[in-house]
């Protein structure tokens, strides 16, 4: 499997390569050459459990491991002292859709299913390329991804992790996951901006040559725990074949609530693996730019920055989606990303707009308001309660539904702990939380909900702040040189 950058096919790496790298040197995204088709029938999957079907989908991505060296990585990662669930993933039926579940690992976040395993690809990575220089994650995140790789990098030999996250525009939950993280080898700054600011920023640092050279004389080399990072994205692929097995319908919707877009990207390449997927609805909150996009071909990011209760997903920069830009528009994709970064906006070419890819997608979005109305009525019919991500996507689809008829069996990726996100929760359900403190909230959840308050949230109430650096959007790479330099 030969990878190549979105922006310059003569771009090559294979896979260790791109996963140490993170980041084609011209700043383009590495996709695979060709997409494989599962070689295993979806009847002998069905009888994996999550770790062997993992195998079954990531070897045909990752192929320069040994399957010893790939099946470690995931053993590692997948298993009860990473995972509350037993099954690692599962889903729930509830009001005429399944709910996928992805939130039963350490950080109670989807990002969990990727960032467990991505350090011990990386590792692995690094001794298969040879490489002698510890490696330093650069990671912004608008909520769950920092936290995520936090905890996935903690004290591992040979690394070092940065995570930078927009000081007001995260939970209060998600804050305090981050700003409390042990491990000596972990930084978090806040910065004054947005996650799009944040982004910007890392993705300059990424190729600042002047930077790498002197990171490179410390005994220093970057990568990214970012959804940029193809190691990020193909662990991904795995829960919606994984989904499909345990339902196997004739064809199959799925609902991703979205941001960054490589949540919904990793379950088009699922399809593009052979599940027999009908559509992929692209769930957007009131930062709507994909739901825009789908519906003209115009990525225009010039409007308001909104700041949500869906805040991983408050982002008008969807890095991700230039794979997908780069299967439409080839070689013309490098022309577009330069047309957004000086302009702000790209329109695709008129004869990609009708490509089956497109085609698959549709965009729907929900606003704050019907957002909670959709947790309030999901409680009551169902006693079921969803974060405001999930409830994003729950509610885009029922507009989805009266808008199409569809009845196709549905799964709505469900992406993190109601308990994450406890005052947009349970204000949604009943006014008379709002007078009560945040973290007085999670027992009020409890007994509303019958889930027990997570480990996750349990750590963080009495573990003292270790992180509590704040810059200006603009000087990143002035604080990446303090730590390192």
Not at 373 to 385: M, Q, S, V, W
């Amino acid at each position: 499997m030969i990878y190549h950058s979105t922006r310059n096919t003569k771009l090559t790496a294979t896979a260790s390569e791109a996963i140490l790298k993170g980041i084609a040197p011209d700043g383009g995204l590495y996709v695979p050459d060709d997409i494989p088709k599962l070689d295993k029938s979806f009847t002998k999957l069905a009888k994996l459990d999550y770790p062997h079907l993992a195998y079954e989908v990531m070897k045909l991505f990752i192929d320069d491991f040994t399957p010893e060296e790939l099946m470690d990585a995931i053993n590692n990662a997948y298993n009860t002292k990473n995972f509350d669930h037993e099954d690692i993933t599962c889903l729930v039926e509830a009001d005429g859709a399944y709910y996928l579940e992805l939130f039963h690992g350490r950080t109670i976040a989807f990002k969990d299913m990727a960032l467990s395993i991505l350090p011990y690809l990386m590792m692995t990575s690094a001794r298969k390329c040879g490489v002698k220089e510890d490696i330093v994650i650069l990671t912004a995140t608008s909520g769950d991804t920092g936290k995520a790789a936090l905890a996935g990098f903690d004290s591992v030999p040979g690394t070092g992790i940065v995570v930078f996250y927009p000081k007001d525009g995260v939970s209060p939950v998600q804050e305090r996951q981050m700003v409390t993280q042990a491990g000596e080898n972990t930084h978090v700054i806040g910065i004054r901006g947005n996650f799009d600011d944040a982004q910007r920023e890392v993705k300059k640092a990424f190729t600042d040559e002047t930077l790498a050279k002197k990171m490179l004389e410390a005994g220093y080399r970057f990568s990214s725990a970012n959804s940029i990072n193809i190691g990020r994205l193909v662990p991904q692929i795995a829960y919606y074949v994984y989904a499909y097995t345990r339902l196997c319908p004739k064809e199959i919707n799925f609902v991703v609530p979205t941001g960054n877009f490589g949540n919904i990207l990793a379950a088009y390449y699922a399809y593009r693996m052979g599940v027999p997927i009908h559509k992929l609805i692209c769930a957007s909150n009131d930062n709507k730019v994909l739901y825009d996009f789908f519906k003209t071909g115009v990525y225009d990011r010039n409007r308001e920055f909104i700041l949500t209760s869906s805040p991983s997903m408050d982002i008008l920069i969807s890095s991700n989606l230039e794979r997908l830009i780069a299967e439409l528009a080839g070689e013309e994709t490098a022309g577009l990303m330069k047309q957004l970064s000086d302009k702000g906006r790209y329109e695709l070419p008129a004869n990609s707009r009708s490509s089956e890819a497109l085609q698959l997608f549709e965009g729907e979005f929900a606003s704050e308001a019907e957002m909670s109305a959709r947790i309030k009525e999901l409680y009551e019919k169902e006693g079921y309660i969803l974060d405001p991500h999930t409830a994003v996507a729950s509610a885009a689809y029922e507009k989805y539904k009266k808008e199409t008829g569809d009845d196709t069996c549905t799964v709505i990726a469900s992406t993190a702990s109601p308990y994450k996100f406890t005052r947009a929760v349970l204000t949604s359900i009943d006014a008379k939380y709002s007078s009560m403190e945040d973290f007085a909230l999670f027992d009020e959840l409890n007994k509303l909900s019958q889930v027990p308050v997570p480990k996750a949230i349990k750590d963080i109430i009495s573990a003292p702040v270790k992180h509590n650096t704040v810059c200006d959007k603009d000087k990143l790479i002035e604080e990446i040189e303090k730590i390192y330099l």
